[in-house]
Every structure is written in C-alpha cells, then in structure tokens.
C-alpha cells in the first residue's frame, strides 16, 4: 500500500522578530542574529568581514530588512512575527492512501503431453525420446 502525504506549511519563521532585532542591535556585526535564525554560513562570512573593517554595513542593511520584515530564517520564512511566530496556524497535511496494485496471477504450470516426462534433477519438461536433459543434462529416467 502507498501513502502520499502533502505538508503545506506557513511562510512565517518560529525565530522571534524581537530576538533578532535584539541580536543585531547589539551583536549584529558579529552575525549573531544571522546565527540565530540558522543561517551559519553567512554569519561566519560577516564575522570575517567586521573583522576586516566592513561588517558594520551588512549588519545596517540586515536591520532594516528585520524592521521591514523582509528578514528571512535559513529555510526562507520571514521573520516577521514579533512573538516568534507561536501565532502561526499548524502545517494542514493531507494523507492519501493508495490500494496496493493489482498483481498478475503465476503463469499455470506446463502441462505434460504424452511423449513428455519432468526430469527428476531439475524439473524441466523433455521428450521421452532424449536421453539428457537439455537443461540440466542430467540422464533421463524411462
């Protein structure tokens, strides 16, 4: 039996728009509100550039992109929800259970005629007249 199962889920981050503004304010050129929303790699990338001298402008720009909402997690959410999106409705999953297909039915057995006989090493149908089998070679019982 197979199971399909669709998950829709909503576009609003579970990070905390208060946390990270919080975050950013203060430690923004260190990337920690970057850290915090899970988005690892550039945080170290911005990290690397305060310590250079240039981290300040990213984390400008990073503020207002939370205070405009357009801020996202590393899965692409917004964090937009001042109370860490606890509001957000619950994914809707849909589950659709298939029948298992319909299996063929074995081939019947082969049916031995009367100048036939099944040979006793290996169960292949042979003519009486051979001496061998032709798939096992195994010698024929008369």
Known sequence: MS???HVHQSNVSPYGKTTTLLLCLFLGGFGAHRFYVGKSGSAVALLL???????????F?????I???SFTDNFGRYVSSWDGGSQQPA?????TT???PQQAPP?????KQA??????????LCKKAETFCRNCGAALQK
């Open 67 to 69: 205070l405009t909402g």
């Open 98 to 100: 298939h029948p298992p």
């Open 107 to 111: 081939p019947p057995p082969p049916q």
């Open 61 to 65: 720009i990073d503020l207002i992109m």
């Open 3 to 5: 199971t399909t199962v």
């Open 49 to 59: 550039l305060t310590f250079c001298g240039f981290g300040g402008i990213w984390a």
């Open 115 to 124: 100048d036939e006989m099944f040979c006793n090493t290996c169960g292949a």
């Open 91 to 95: 994914p809707i999953v849909s589950v």
